[in-house]
């Protein structure tokens, strides 16, 4: 009788420190989310209420500008990775960033990548960032952070194959029906441009011939191009610009006819 109840404990003992153990290793989602909720009551995950992904980045974004950085689970709450790391070493913010302002544009590249543009008190532009997010244990976290001064210029010193090979590509596929004709070429003004109407920017589908480029200003061509006789020409101006991962895009388009 000793016997089995001694195995009957044992069994008991064993039980009680396996699911110890396995609440230590993976907590549940809804204890991980509870703990977030209690200590960001006005974040917007925690209302109850379903919003857009952008409106969720921007309230994101406003609590990393806004909150203490002091705060003993500030990097935990916030980033995941080697953000969470470097953020617990370093201050991932501009050195400035108590003189910006709410953002004013938020711009989606994808459902993970987000560009926000942000103002000082005074108004002027302060500073462009590029956010990537996750979704962890139902809470979004920031996995990739950077930003560059809002309005600054690198030179990308595109040379004249690179721009007439990557103009060709936008003529050629401009008459192709893809849902992703615009994202693959354009960003921002461009991007939303084509989205509207993709005559505001290609005049037409029979442009194949690309002949002199000239440079007017930082990355910005101007561009002569011609239908297969020749017969009719326009002049585009082209300001490219790279995403945060290099990747050469057109931001700015506009053309007018020459010939007819």
Known sequence: MKKEVYIGLSV?????LIILVANIIEPSPK???NSYCDRHEDSLFCDGNDYPTDIIVLSLFNDIINKPQTAETYCKDYFIGNLESYCLNDSILPTDYYAIMSPYAIEKINNQEFRINTMYD???KAY???ISIKQIDEIYKVSGFSYKVNGFVDNLYLSEEKVTDFISQVLTTSSIESNDYCETYFIDEA???CQEDIGFIIPSSNLTIVEMLI???????IVYVYNT???ISYQFTVLFDNDPYNEL???KISYSKITE
């Open 12 to 16: 008991i003992i064993v039980i009680i």
């Open 31 to 33: 204890e991980t989310t």
């Open 122 to 124: 005074s108004g002027e």
């Open 128 to 130: 462009e960032f590029y």
């Open 191 to 193: 991007r939303q441009a």
């Open 215 to 221: 440079e007017s200003n930082v990355n910005e061509f």
């Open 229 to 231: 006789d020749q017969s």
């Open 249 to 251: 895009y057109i931001r």
